[in-house]
């Protein structure tokens, strides 16, 4: 099985950093998710992110790629399959 292709977030901008903030105070795991995100904006590799925060590498392209979708509102509490701050 060959390696798969790398996946980075866009550039983050000045707004997404700030409502990533406040993103994570309601994630399942905030740690992860923003220092994924921003390891990732560093040029940081998922493999690497994966290793460094202790996560899979499937949970870290989940992330990039919810994040490059759907911008900070990707990236939120949605990742946690279930309900959002919209659906209470």
Do not use: C
């Not at 060959?2 to 000045?14: A, D, N």
């Not at 993103?23 to 220092?35: F, G, M």
């Not at 921003?38 to 919810?66: F, K």
């Amino acid at each position: 099985m060959g390696r798969r292709p790398e996946v980075f977030v866009r550039q983050v901008s000045m707004l997404e950093g700030q409502r990533l903030q406040r993103i994570t105070r309601t994630a399942k795991d905030p740690v992860k998710l923003r220092r994924a995100i921003v390891m990732s904006a560093q040029g940081q590799p998922a493999p690497d992110i994966a290793h460094l925060l202790a996560a899979s590498e499937d949970y870290v392209r989940d992330v990039i790629h919810a994040f490059n979708d759907g911008g900070v509102r990707g990236a939120g509490p949605k990742m946690e399959r279930g309900r959002t701050e919209t659906d209470r």
